[in-house]
């Protein structure tokens, strides 16, 4: 008896050692000088030391439709779940030394039951990518297990966060998985994602084009919005997922946790009252503000290179997580185009699936004029962030700094769109469109009669702003709550939050609306 029980401990001490060892040294040495690090290695700096539990480390494939081939114990991911700062979550890590990571009906299994138990138990999933695609040698086997880590992907969406980390390779139908999750990391120099790759745009465009300027982390972070964040490395990677997942509640059935970084509720900034140029025409730069109201100054800009005219972001007031939406008067004088109405919508529908409170902060001169962007849908892009606004049920809390013009005033969390609480600085200017142009559409006849244009053109500027291009006729019909000064705008938002924190709103029943994608 002693000698069977000896003989299975081996055999299990075998087995482990095997799965363990993933595709050799020889291939573990390689993926190293590539800068990136191994599978396992991730996970251990992902999550609190000595709190991952793994499962199916001794699962392997059946071979695969087109025969044979080596198998290989946990078939080149690693799942299963741990803790990040003492909150579970749920992980896979893809192994490129094992098979280049492919995707297999084996490994597909496994990250299946790792989503399936995240939405369960109510705790995010995060996926770390580095793989060569769907495994060939298993043929439709391989396609069909994509089709089933998407239905998961989509079920698991407003249930629980996704996070994905592109840490390599990621081409073909993979790349889907990670674009309906809630966030994508990716790291420069190393990981790119693509539908088609640079072989295949040769052959049918002619055009020669590297991986990197195709789909690398800077061309999706800059230039199509797929990554919401960029890391030099692997490592600095993993420590902002850590810090991102300290923002988000575990599921939707739960709040985010509180984090008092003794930051006084009744902290007021005088310098904000000196922030906004004298000028309207004059830029200044809307993180001052942000940085200024948030506890400990402590702002997490998501997409902060795409679309950079608007910001959005995860901070905190009171120790409570909130959602940020900003124009950025730096950039493009803050208006409002095709890409900055993508960005925040999509913004402002995850903060509203998991029950973080949203805070606009505006200066919006307006939507972005020409010929490009009504060509390449401003009127639909621009309804999304309208209709995300409009659909919340979170506290909803707005600031007019400064400009708020026409359809864009109403677009960026009105009072007319049902905003719960809406306030504005002194320097606000609430109208239909901007002094010079209502004067010039107003009094163009008288304009242009007149014996000197420009004198006459700059009295009407100045009589419309005094009527119309401030905050207190808006105040006056119950548009704006209150009027406040910049200094204390901290305090106002955090007394407001403790009022809206039970704010429960009773939605028509229905199964879903359409919004304008």
């Known amino acids: 008896m002693k000698l069977q029980e000896s003989t299975t401990l081996q055999t299990l001490e075998r087995l482990r050692a095997e799965s363990l060892d993933a595709g050799g040294p020889a291939r573990r040495e ?14 251990d700096l992902l999550l609190d030391e000595n709190t991952f539990e793994e499962f199916d480390a001794l699962k392997a494939s059946r071979g695969g439709a087109l025969g044979g081939g080596k198998t290989y114990l946990g078939d080149g991911v690693i799942t299963g779940h741990g803790s990040i700062d003492g909150r579970e979550v749920f992980v896979f890590s893809e192994d490129f030394t094992v098979l280049g990571g492919s995707l297999g009906e084996a490994h597909a299994q496994k990250i299946c039951k790792v989503m399936d138990l995240a939405v369960k138990v109510g705790a995010p999933i995060i996926g770390i990518n580095d793989s060569g695609g769907a495994r060939i040698q298993e043929g439709v086997d391989a396609l069909g297990s994509y089709g089933e880590i998407f239905h998961r992907n989509v079920r698991a969406s407003g249930v629980v966060p996704q996070i994905s980390c592109i840490m390599g390779p990621c081409a073909g139908g993979a790349v889907y998985s990670p674009s309906i999750t809630d966030f994508v990391f990716m790291v420069e120099d190393s990981s790119y994602m693509f539908v088609t790759g640079p072989s295949v745009v040769k052959t049918v465009t ?3 084009i590297s991986a990197e300027e195709l789909g690398g982390a800077s061309a999706h972070a800059t230039k199509s919005g797929v990554a919401h964040f960029t890391v030099p490395n692997d490592i600095l990677c993993l420590r902002e997922v850590r810090r991102l997942i300290n923002y988000l509640p575990s599921s939707n059935r739960q709040r985010c946790p509180i984090h008092d970084l003794s930051d006084a509720a009744n902290r007021t900034d005088p310098a904000l009252d000196y922030l906004v140029p004298r000028d309207s025409s004059q830029a200044y730069d809307m993180r001052v503000l942000i940085r200024s109201i948030l506890d400990g100054a402590e702002f997490m800009e998501v997409h902060a290179g795409f679309a950079r005219n608007i910001i959005c972001g995860f ?15 730096a950039v493009l004088a803050g208006v409002l185009d095709n890409d900055a109405s993508f960005k925040a919508g999509r913004f402002v529908r995850f903060c509203d699936a998991f029950n973080i409170p949203l805070i606009s902060l505006v200066d919006v001169p307006g939507f972005m004029p020409g010929p490009d962007q009504e060509h390449g849908g401003i009127i639909r892009h621009g309804a999304k962030l ?5 659909e919340a049920t979170v506290p909803r809390i707005s600031v007019i700094v400064r400009k708020a013009y026409g359809g864009a005033y109403i677009v960026m969390n009105s009072k007319h769109i049902h905003c719960d609480v809406n306030l504005a600085w002194p320097t606000a200017e609430i109208a239909v469109m901007g002094p010079k142009g209502a004067a010039e559409v107003i009094y163009r006849k008288e304009i242009q009669a007149a014996e000197n244009p420009e004198e006459l053109l700059n009295q009407k500027m100045e009589e419309y702003r005094a009527a119309f291009a401030n905050p207190f006729l808006a105040a006056k019909r119950g548009y704006i709550d209150d009027v406040i000064f910049p200094r204390d705008t901290r305090v106002h938002l955090i007394r ?11 939605a028509p029943a229905r199964k879903h609306g359409n919004i304008p994608l």
Request: no cysteine; charged share 25%.
């Open 206 to 208: 002619h055009q020669d």
């Open 30 to 43: 390689a993926q190293h000088k590539k800068g990136k690090l191994m599978a396992r290695e991730r996970i």
């Open 386 to 390: 309208l209709y995300a606004f409009t």
């Open 496 to 506: 407001t939050l403790q009022m809206l924190d039970s704010k429960r709103v009773d």
């Open 315 to 329: 901070g905190r007031l009171g120790g409570q997580t909130v959602g940020l939406v900003a124009n950025q008067p």
